[in-house]
């Protein structure tokens, strides 16, 4: 079945570290790739998204690359700030009926 | 835009009863609501899918009757746990969308969470 892998949390760094959280996906065809931040008290946001091989998204800096070969959406942002901190999920989605299929999130704590 | 709001944002309840989570787009139609569920340090799982008018559609091993879902409106979903126990605490979401146009974008709740006692 569909299903989507990211790396365990906490993921702790100082302000402008570079940032990376690895998600990998397993899935027959080929899936729509997302990434999801969920702010504190908050719902969870589109961050950015990819619907075929070798698109990439980008948003507020964060960037990810969809890798057919690899089965990987890893997410990336070059100088992280106080304000990035969150829970980060990687979902990928199939069809016409849009369901998501999320990872278990990765909580990012960037320290000043 | 595109906002979605929950009522109630947290709820205790006792053992036995029923409680009615709403969802509500409050600027845009939706014709699809999604509601998820999301346990401790683990991923949101999509429940079933709410199509304004229709019968939901549920994932496989929820319980029809157990998690009661009314989509009455293009602008509301409600989600009825019916007979709570406290297995069923735990923290519901809904989301709304896709916007027409766009095919993809989920705009979701803040999230219920719900203690059964």
């Known amino acids: 079945g569909n299903s989507v892998t990211q790396m365990e949390g906490p993921v702790t760094l100082s302000e402008e570290a570079f940032l990376t959280i690895n998600c990998t996906y397993t899935?027959?065809?080929?899936?729509?790739l997302f990434w999801y931040v969920q702010y504190p008290g908050e719902g969870l946001q589109l961050l950015l998204k990819?619907?075929?091989?070798?698109d990439k998204g980008s948003n507020k800096g964060f960037e990810a690359t969809y890798r057919k070969e690899t089965t990987s959406f890893h997410l990336e942002k070059g100088s992280v700030q106080v304000s990035d901190s969150a829970v980060y999920f990687c979902?990928?989605?199939?069809?016409?009926?849009?369901?998501?299929?999320f990872g278990t999130g990765t909580l990012l704590a960037v320290q000043p | 835009g595109a906002v979605v709001s929950q009522h109630p944002s947290w709820v205790i309840c006792k053992s036995g009863t029923s409680v009615k989570i709403e969802c509500r787009s409050l600027?845009?139609?939706?014709?699809?609501m999604f509601w998820y569920r999301q346990f401790p340090k683990q991923s949101l799982m999509l429940m079933a899918t709410?199509?304004?008018?229709?019968?939901?559609?549920?994932e496989q091993g929820v319980e029809k009757d157990k998690f009661l879902i009314n989509h009455a409106s293009l602008t509301l979903s409600t989600l009825t746990v019916t007979s709570a126990h406290p297995e069923d605490s735990s923290f519901y979401i809904c989301?709304?969308?896709?916007?027409?146009?766009?095919?993809?974008?989920?705009?979701f709740g803040p999230g219920t969470r719900l203690t059964v006692t």
């Open positions: 990819a619907t075929k091989a070798d």
């Open positions: 899935a027959t065809g080929y899936p729509s």
């Open positions: 989301s709304a969308g896709p916007l027409l146009g766009d095919q993809f974008e989920q705009y």
């Open positions: 979902a990928l989605s199939r069809g016409a009926t849009n369901k998501l299929i």
């Open positions: 709410s199509n304004e008018g229709s019968k939901a559609t549920y």
């Open positions: 600027d845009f139609q939706a014709t699809t």
